[in-house]
């Protein structure tokens, strides 16, 4: 078996992305497409681990910035969807809806 | 060995659960195929001895959003399935390819980049009085990052006024 090197985590992290990326363009529940968001932000976070650990191995035990930008991925992560999942929920209580195909209040 | 091992099995039990959570009919199963496939992320992090994200990633991810994505789901409480109404004028099919061309780019990538030949800089001494993972992520959270780890606690304020003021029936 060959060394597990971060071509390895970069094609699972872009099979995860890609697999977030369907989730968003095919799904019609909104809530669905906001777990799919979910997973393509974890998909980076695989990416920036991974590059984290190649940093340290290269360059000394104590880079460990790529960990240091997932944190606040995570960060970001937890804010949008406390207020996507708020958004959704006001949404819902006008129009008693979670499909996509009828948020066109907006639609010219 | 032992690492090509743990990859590779949590590899595939990532992507089947992340699979499972965008075609599960059922959102409240779709949440709880999220829970599995965010714990297997953390024993991702784990073998990448990221430790501390481990850590976070279960705390943060399993046990807070996702239990705020349960609320929503069981919230708003479903008489009929979304998929049931089909707009004709949806291409997911065209959603699908588009999704192809996007993971071909990314795998020829990533190829690419495992032939070019390993730079990056040359190796430093340590410059930092700490050493094990936690120590690391918090030595550098507030000393080289403090002005970014501020305005993240600064964000979480906002997103939390923001959520109860978008969740409150009548202000």
Known sequence: ?108 | MAEALAFYSLAAFILGFAVLVITARNTVHSVLFLVVNFLFVAALYVVLHAEFLAVIQVLVYAGGIVVLYLFVVMLVNLKRPPEAHQDPRRRSRLGLVVSGIVLAQLVAIAAFSATQAAGGPAPVEASVPVAGNVELVGWQLYTTYLVPFEVASMLLLAAMIGAIILAKREL
């Open chain 1, 1 to 108: 078996m060959t060394p597990i090197t971060p071509a390895h985590y970069m094609v699972l992290s872009a099979a995860l992305f890609i697999i977030g990326v369907i989730g968003v363009l095919v799904r019609r529940n909104i809530i669905v497409i906001f777990m799919s968001i979910e997973l393509m932000l974890n998909a980076v976070n695989i990416n920036l681990v991974a590059f984290a650990r190649d940093w340290q191995h290269r360059v000394g035990p104590d880079h460990v910035i790529g960990q240091v930008f997932a944190v606040f991925v995570i960060v970001v992560a937890a804010a949008e969807a406390a207020v996507g999942l708020g958004i959704i929920l006001a949404f819902y209580r006008n129009k008693e809806t979670v499909n996509i195909d009828e948020m066109n209040l907006m639609k010219w």
